[in-house]
């Protein structure tokens, strides 16, 4: 087999899976485009969550050996911040996978952090591989990895 021919069949499939990822982008997710419009489209769909009973269920559910009131008082200490006291709890335990030091750490967050805490569960894999790498994909992309990450987080609010 020469060079040349499997640089083309390299190229191709390159092509071929950029081409793939292009078309599936293409089909709408639960939110269209990028910038603030996606934004208030996005919130549109996670503020319902933003409430203290999803707070109380998720304690319950993520820690059904601990005492939930602890806990409470444990994410109560969170400094309420710009994006709301629920939704820094929800973020801490999300990432806390339901192990109590865990959120322990996540509480202790320092204040110039907590969007750090809030990007790392609300945006996995968007913060994963950077939010500063993700704005030079192309927009199809980025919607992409946005309502890829917006629907996880939403099955997640959803779980008892």
Same mark, same amino acid.
Request: hydrophobic share 45%.
């Given at each position: 087999?020469?060079?040349?021919? $499997?640089? &083309?069949? *390299? ?6 899976? $950029?081409?793939?990822?292009? +078309?599936?982008? !293409? ?6 485009? &990028?910038?603030?419009? #996606? /934004?208030?489209?996005?919130?549109? *769909?996670?503020?319902?969550?933003? #409430? !203290? ?5 998720? $304690?319950?559910?993520? *820690?059904? @050996?601990? /005492?939930?009131? =602890?806990?409470? #008082? ?9 994006? %709301?006291?629920? !939704? ?12 109590? =030091? ?5 509480? @202790?967050?320092? =204040? !110039?952090?907590?969007? @750090? ?11 994963? &591989? %950077? *939010? ?8 199809? +992309?980025? =919607?992409?990895?946005?309502?890829? @990450? ?11």
């Amino acid at each position: 087999m020469s060079l040349a021919f $499997v640089l &083309i069949v *390299f190229v191709a499939a390159n092509l071929a899976v $950029v081409l793939f990822l292009l +078309l599936r982008a !293409r089909r709408r997710g639960p939110v269209g485009g &990028i910038g603030p419009e #996606r /934004d208030e489209q996005e919130s549109a *769909f996670k503020n319902p969550y933003f #409430r !203290r009973e999803v707070v109380e269920a998720k $304690v319950k559910s993520l *820690f059904p @050996d601990d /005492d939930p009131a =602890e806990l409470l #008082r444990l994410l109560d200490g969170l400094v309420p911040s710009f994006w %709301g006291l629920e !939704r820094l709890q929800l973020a801490a335990l999300k990432l806390s996978k339901g192990d109590a =030091e865990r959120l322990r750490r996540y509480v @202790d967050t320092p =204040e !110039r952090e907590l969007i @750090d805490l809030i990007g790392s569960a609300e945006y996995p894999y968007a913060w994963r &591989i %950077g *939010f500063l790498n993700c704005v030079e994909l192309p927009t199809p +992309l980025q =919607e992409l990895i946005y309502n890829r @990450d917006l629907r996880q987080y939403l099955r997640w609010l959803k779980r008892g």
